[in-house]
């Protein structure tokens, strides 16, 4: 409940910051604060220096590049990914989902950037992004590169962002004709995952991501491959996803053993893909 | 006087009508009517008190250092780094603890009476988070850093997580007592064996478990803890819900008189019975404020709360065999019970006999049977949680009935009210000697299925099945027993010197009038200024603005008796029982002292409108309060020396109980009896076993209803209380000792979106023994938790007809059951003739 | 370039007056309003940012002071429940809460206060369902929410 001594600063543009983190050992980015406050009120990390993004109005909007990617600057908070005209045009399932994260207090302070780079695996935004085929960008104090999201979630509070590296932003592909869902089973409404899966059917394929089971998201590539050429019928998908949950191996705790936990990935992947296929344009 | 005592209940020779006077309900004024409460305008604008609210000048903040381990021996401290670092005041070790303290009295007869519980631990540490060692600093950060600097060396012992485990005694965890057995009793009435032997079945249940919880009350324990030197005295600003209590454990062990203990509490964020045990903190607070001689400050942190403050009862019923004859009608049941207390009993003694207010629960078999052990664990220690001890019993008998009707066919609302004690029989005497006082259960329970639309249910059961939904339906009936008779701890010790009940209030007539009362309650949010001020304001004629109730409760200033506090559902019988027989003397003498002055006889005079006036008498013929107040505060001259008016009275409601009897273990030991029948419909998914409430509804009856909205919102919450128990709160261990549930986050309470539609439902069936014809009510019994248990495996029925076994049914536990339902049928034998 | 320090000179608005303080970065937006401003009706219920009893209005919007370092709120207006009458006249929320019974401790109000004041002022005729929406993150241990919802539908002027 109480920090640990830190420095705190607060730089004005994306260079500045990015120096900080670069140049002081143990600083970290500070975005919304609603994990890392958290983290550091029980101690169980305490970095030296908090580099607060919240001056870098670059980072907090959300626009479309020049080829149609929906592009969402990394400290947008969820309550503006709610609101976001632009969002509900381009792929509302981010939305969707995004209004479901914890509570008003919550999403009017964390960030579509925080939310991925904690990558804790209970976290919605990684699974879904990753089933949305979304894309990275990170700067570094000497470039800046993209990495598309199956490369982005690497571990637990782990990402593809390194030392002195800041997100800037993530861009989505906006849906056109595809439909996307997202299913799982929480602690109390709108509280923790315990198992998630996103999904996106579109007419290049399937692809679905499963949040709780590992460290970082899980490609179901198995239950994509039987989904190939599919009428997307309840019984298809159901045995499509048979087998699904033996290839996991996700932690056992006191609200899940591994076992039932391997059952809900199925369940949620069905439900997920089930609630995509129908809303594909079309279908 | 409330009731004149009945010969037969002194006897206690078998079950006769009791005696008592006609209940004095008065005349409908302000009682009875939902006044919007006076707390509020303070809460509303955050101008409430509570204890972290106050400052002092020079004060100092407290940190624990607590036990990563369940169960180790303290090797050594080190503490000189901490005191090194700037804006450090002082710590407190253990040994200092065992040097200036005495250890705290224990309850129990041997084995746990021997148990030594010191303020912090000494030599051994027993629970994970339990306080080994504190330090006081200039800033809540600082006393925080300055905690990380304290060096515990620690010597890992086995850990005990299990009761069952616990009883083999081959790890123990009180060497003092050489047993993890803090007590062991059995009850026997009538005669269980015959009843199984004539009964045309026999259910066996092999075993059911109460799980532990608690209310987690938003706000946090803690203490403002302040030192005088001259007097020895100290100041507690704090949160103790029964100051009483505190000051007889604290006391002894500070070596100090019960009055150098001074309880201050304002407004408290909710109790539930989790702010009764907080003495050993405090008594480190008392000594680290004398010893570094400035006030010191500790707030209690959520973790700390759900780690190592106060868990509800967690009990097994094993063995449970029921007799019943062909027709339905229950005969009697046994049953042996393991309670397990955690690392220190302290209270929770009391709960080896606190259920057997209600041994029967709602039913009228006469044959029970309950063995019952207490064990040590090395898991937080249990004390008082809302229900307290009577719930888990109440679910017990709420579990048994609906296993019964599920195993042998019967239909749960007739065979509940074949079982019923009917209303033709209140009031009612247990097997045990428990005078059940008024109720219609059946009546209750016909008014909770209207409210839940029961004739519907097939045809829900049907549309929610096309859904790929399991509907249930459940029935939980429970009694909420308040005003206890403390006698019963002569059950579990004869030689502890309690018994009976009391409770005080002070009344005046302020030097211009005002009306003021005094009560020795210690209120958590059950809206006492506002009742208190209904109840004086009808007897006074005068509106409940005329009536200034101080808030909360302070030892100095406010009367109160050694039972005084807020807990246990009795503030309507005894606080407010206080309060009207303290009102009933003001008012008499301000009665005779109108009379004096008016010059008419006594019974001429009436308080009406804030006046003593003549009734029908001339405008003039009329005395405001005021001029009551002047005469005898400053204008007394005139009065004849034989009449001494002070216009100001304390009174002690002193309840009356027949007596205990030891041997037989039979006796009065509360007073009333609230009903509350709850039902609820749920769905549950059966491919993730989540269960959601579709429909809900709970009806009370708590006797006269002094303010049915108040009444209503303590329904309201016993109720969110059981739903988040029954569905997803529990405080679970892993086998190091470790609590995997020390947040909210892994303990999720309800929240807004997760409250079914409630619907709510009131009858009043007055108490013949209450002063008010009011019964204590704000428990709740748990109805919650027994009505979803008997929803969820009713709703199981079509789906392999699992028997609910745990009082806690999160989805996992729900999908086990679907997946394997054998496994807990297995658990159920029935032996017919 | 800005650099890296223990502590920071914030000047923020709260409750309308402004207010200038130096003040450590470790220190909690909650224990600023409540230690160093002495507004203590804003309150701490947990330590994991899970039960919103800590509350406030952050340029409009609800927050949870617990979550937030003091230091964040430079520059900010900031809004506690003793800012919604200061001149104690109530507002018709507040009267609300006392006539439909939606406190009994009074410890989760002035959280419950700030997030419904905020729902109102941007959706004045809220559902049931929208009221439990944005109280979502406020626990109540005493009242089951019931009259809660039901105050503040009435303040927005409907319910029964």
């Known amino acids: 409940m109480l920090l640990r001594e830190v420095d705190y600063v607060r730089p004005s543009t994306v260079e500045e910051a990015v120096a900080l983190l670069s140049g002081h050992e143990g600083a970290r980015a500070l975005a919304g604060g609603q994990t890392i406050v958290n983290v550091m009120k029980s101690r169980a990390a305490a970095p030296d220096v908090l580099v607060d993004l919240a001056d870098l109005e670059e980072l907090s909007t959300i626009g479309f590049s020049s080829d149609g990617l929906l592009e969402i600057g990394a400290m947008v908070t969820c309550a503006q990914l709610v609101n976001s005209s632009e969002v509900d045009v381009a792929r509302p399932i981010l939305a969707e989902v995004a209004a479901t994260i914890a509570d008003v207090q919550v999403r009017n302070r964390g960030t579509v950037g925080g939310n991925v780079c904690v990558n804790d695996p209970t976290n919605h935004l990684p699974p879904l992004l990753v089933a949305l085929g979304a894309t990275f960008t990170i700067r570094g104090q000497e470039s800046e590169r993209t990495v598309p999201a199956d490369e982005f979630f ?130 | 006087m409330t009731t004149s005592p009945s010969n037969s209940l002194l006897q206690s020779t078998g079950s006769t009508a009791v005696e008592t006077e006609k209940p004095v309900v008065l005349e409908k004024g302000y009682v009875g009517q939902s006044i919007p409460r006076r707390e509020d305008k303070r809460l509303v604008q955050g101008q409430g008190t509570f204890f972290d609210d106050v400052r002092r000048h020079g004060m100092g903040y407290v940190h624990f250092v607590r036990s990563p381990y369940a169960h180790a021996r303290i090797l050594s401290i080190d503490v000189s780094k901490a005191l090194e670092l700037e804006g450090v005041y002082g710590t407190i070790t253990g040994d200092e603890v065992a040097i200036h303290t005495d250890p705290f009295f224990e309850m129990s007869v041997e084995p746990g009476g021997l148990i030594k519980d010191y303020a912090l631990a000494v030599g051994k540490v027993r629970h994970m988070g339990e306080p080994v060692a504190a330090v006081c600093a200039a800033t809540r950060e600082l006393a925080r850093d300055a905690a990380e600097l304290i060096e515990v060396e620690y010597d890992p012992l086995p850990v005990l997580v299990d009761a069952e485990e616990a009883l083999k005694d081959e790890v123990v965890l009180h060497d003092d007592a050489g047993s993890n057995v803090v007590w062991s009793g059995v009850f026997d009435w009538g005669d269980v064996d015959e009843a199984l032997s004539e009964a045309d079945h026999v259910v066996k249940i092999e075993r059911l478990h109460f799980h532990r919880f608690s209310s987690t009350p938003l706000e946090c324990a803690g203490a403002l803890v302040e030192y005088d030197r001259g007097t020895g005295e100290w100041t507690l600003t704090c949160n103790h819900q029964m100051p009483g209590v505190g000051a007889i454990w604290m006391a002894p062990a500070l070596r100090t008189g019960i009055d150098k203990l001074r309880f201050v509490t304002h407004d408290i964020g909710g109790g539930f019975g989790n702010k009764i045990c907080l003495h050993p903190q405090y008594v480190v607070l008392c000594l680290m404020a004398r010893k570094l001689g400035r006030p010191v400050q500790w707030t209690e942190w959520r973790t700390d709360q759900h780690t190592a403050n106060a868990h509800g009862n967690e009990r097994t019923f094993l063995d449970i065999e029921v007799g019943v004859r062909s027709d339905g009608t229950m005969t009697g049941f046994k049953v042996r019970a393991i309670d397990d207390c955690g690392a220190f009993p302290r209270y929770e003694p009391l709960g080896c006999i606190i259920w057997a207010q209600v041994t029967p629960g709602l039913y009228g078999w006469r044959n029970i049977r309950v063995d019952f052990t207490q064990v040590c664990t090395n898991k937080s220690p249990v004390s008082p949680n809302r229900g307290y001890s009577r719930m888990q019993h109440l679910w017990l008998t709420e579990r048994i009935i609906d296993i019964v009707a599920s195993q042998l066919g019967f239909d749960p609302v007739e065979i509940r009210k074949r079982n019923y004690v009917k209303a033709e029989q209140m009031p009612y005497e247990t097997p045990n000697g428990c005078v059940y006082d008024s109720g219609d259960y059946a009546a209750a329970l016909d008014i909770a299925l209207d409210l839940i639309d029961h004739g519907s249910i097939e045809e829900r059961r049907e549309e929610a099945a096309a859904r790929g939904k399991l509907l249930g339906f459940g029935i939980g ?276 979106m997760d409250m079914p539609p409630l619907k709510t439902g009131a009858m009043e069936s007055p108490s013949p023994v209450a002063p008010l014809g009011a019964k204590g009510m704000g428990e709740g019994g748990g109805g919650g938790i027994h009505c979803l248990c008997a929803a969820i495996q009713d709703a199981l029925r079509a789906a392999g007809k699992a028997i609910v076994y745990d009082s806690c049914n999160p989805p996992h536990r729900v999908w086990s059951m679907l997946q394997d339902p054998e496994a807990t049928r297995a658990n159920v034998e029935v032996t017919s003739k | 370039m800005a650099t890296p320090a223990r502590s920071r000179a914030i000047s923020l608005e709260i409750n309308g007056e402004q207010i200038e303080m130096e003040v450590p970065a470790r220190r909690l937006l909650v224990h600023f309003i409540r230690d160093d401003l002495g507004l203590t009706g804003t309150h701490v219920g947990c330590d994991t940012g899970n039960c919103g009893a800590c509350t406030v209005q952050l340029d409009g919007e609800p927050v949870k002071s617990c979550m937030m370092l003091a230091v964040q709120a430079d520059g900010a207006r900031i809004a506690t429940v003793e800012g919604l009458a200061p001149d104690g006249d109530l507002t018709a929320l507040q009267r609300a809460f006392n006539e439909h019974h939606a406190l009994q401790c009074g410890y989760c109000t002035p959280g419950m206060l700030m997030s419904a004041s905020a729902l109102l002022a941007r959706n004045p005729h809220p559902t049931e369902e929208e009221v439990r929406y944005a109280l979502q993150g406020n626990i109540c241990r005493c009242t089951g929410y019931v009259n809660i919802v039901e105050a503040v539908v009435a303040a927005g002027g409907g319910g029964a």
């Open chain 2, 477 to 752: 009936s429970t009694l909420d027993s308040g005003t206890n008779n403390f006698g019963q701890s002569t059950l579990l010790n004869p030689d502890l010197q309690f018994s009976g009940n009391n409770e005080a209030a002070a009344v005046k007539l302020d030097i211009f009038g005002e009306v003021v009362v005094t009560l020795g309650t210690v209120p958590q949010g059950q809206g006492h200024e506002t009742t208190a001020a209904q109840v004086v304001a009808d007897i006074l004629g005068c509106p409940p603005e005329q009536v200034n109730v101080r808030r909360g409760h302070d030892t100095w200033f406010n009367t109160h008796a050694g039972f005084s506090g807020t807990y246990a559902s009795q503030f309507a019988f005894t606080g407010l029982g206080a309060v009207k027989g303290a009102t009933e003397l003001l008012r008499d003498e301000m009665v005779k002292l109108a009379a004096f002055v008016l010059q008419a006889p006594e019974e001429a005079i009436e308080l009406a409108d804030g006046m003593a006036r003549i009734k029908d008498g001339p405008e003039e013929a009329a005395l405001p309060f005021m001029a009551l107040g002047a005469i005898v505060n400053a204008n007394n001259a005139f009065l004849p020396p034989d009449f001494n008016p002070t216009l100001n009275h304390r009174y002690v409601c002193r309840p009356y109980f027949g007596m205990v009897d030891k041997e037989k273990k039979t006796g009065q030991l509360t007073l009333t009896y609230a009903t509350q029948i709850h039902a609820a419909v749920v769905e549950i998914d059966p491919e993730t076993g989540e269960v959601e409430i579709v429909d809900y509804a709970a009806v009370d009856d708590c006797g006269v209803r002094i303010n049915p909205q108040i009444v209503e919102g303590q329904v309201h919450g016993a109720t969110a209380h059981a739903i988040g128990a029954a569905l997803s709160e529990n405080f679970v261990y892993d086998e190091e000792g470790t609590l995997l549930t020390a947040n909210f986050y892994d303990y999720h309470v309800p929240h807004a």
């Open chain 1, 154 to 283: 690497l571990g637990v509070y782990l990402t593809a962002v390194g030392e002195g590296e800041l997100l800037t932003k993530v861009s989505v592909p906006p849906s056109n004709d595809a439909g996307d869902g997202f299913a799982g089973v929480t602690i109390g409404k709108h509280g923790t995952y315990i198992v998630d899966a996103a999904a996106t059917v579109s007419d290049d394929g399937v692809r679905i991501a499963l949040g709780c089971v590992a460290a970082a998201p899980v490609r179901a590539t198995g239950m994509e491959e039987r989904l190939a050429g599919s009428d997307f019928s309840e019984n298809s998908v159901k045995a499509a996803a048979e087998g699904l949950g033996a290839t996991l191996d996700p932690p056992s705790d006191v609200h899940g053993s591994a076992h039932y936990r391997r059952h809900l990935a199925e369940v949620s992947a069905v439900r997920a893909v089930l609630q995509a296929a129908g809303r594909r344009k079309g279908a």
